[in-house]
């Protein structure tokens, strides 16, 4: 489904990404590993285009989107959850979930208001509640809620477990695998190898913008010397 090869991404002189490759199979959850600074976020925004790329591509169902506007990049079909969440503070959970929609996709799981309070209860408690009166871990919630409005058929979800409560982890882990079962191709970006292992098919590391492992969790395992070089304290 994705396909990212040979990505260079720069903020202004500061070369983050370096020649990046790594594919996403359909129906697959991938997590991308490694350290803060590593490069996760900007390959996530250099997928969505809000970080141009100076060379490499990015294939999403076999049509290519490096140099696309964003806006066009989602109307295809990604979804994007960023690490800052941005939601609306000003609009209620239902105004923002609102702001999300658009029309049912060929190939992509079909999400409603009433489907996403069912799988986010704490939101459908808090309704008509502004968004400013959330806590984090609410927020984080309303972000993913708001993005499967558009009914993806890729999410890209920056550090979901950033900053949260240990029980509202516990709750993404669940949500996440409920996306699995749908059908819903993830990829997730995340430094708690944990969390990563509970959701996870699949783990990309990089560090300092270039691929260090690509492979399953067992054969991470297999590879103690790659996890205590790029993922430990």
Not at 138 to 152: D, F, V
Not at 170 to 176: G, L, R, V
């Amino acid at each position: 489904m994705l396909d990212v090869t040979g990505l260079n991404s720069f903020y202004a002189k500061a070369h983050i990404l370096n020649d990046l490759a790594f594919k996403v199979e359909r129906g697959d959850v991938v997590a991308l590993l490694g350290r803060n600074g590593a490069g996760k976020t900007t390959t996530m925004k250099s997928i969505m285009q809000l970080v141009r790329p100076k060379s490499g591509t990015v294939t999403f169902e076999g049509t290519e989107i490096t140099g696309q506007p964003s806006h066009r990049v989602a109307r295809m079909g990604i979804g994007y959850v960023p690490e800052e969440r941005r939601i609306f503070t000003d609009l209620t959970i239902l105004e923002n979930l609102e702001v999300g929609r658009q029309d049912k996709r060929e190939g992509a799981p079909e999400w409603t208001v009433e489907a996403l309070f069912e799988l986010f209860p704490n939101l459908y408690e808090r309704r008509h509640n502004r968004g400013k009166a959330m806590s984090g871990g609410e927020q984080q919630m309303l972000t993913i809620a708001r993005t499967l409005m558009g009914n993806p058929k890729l999410l890209l979800l920056d550090e979901p477990s950033e900053g949260i409560a240990p029980v509202i982890v516990e709750q993404m882990a669940k949500t996440i695998l409920s996306f699995k079962k749908e059908g819903l191709t993830v990829l997730i970006s995340e430094q708690n190898l944990h969390f990563a292992r509970m959701v996870a098919d699949r783990a990309v590391i990089i560090e300092g913008g270039e691929k260090k492992f690509d492979g399953t969790f067992a054969e991470l395992e297999d590879h103690p010397e790659i996890r205590d070089a790029y993922l430990s304290v």
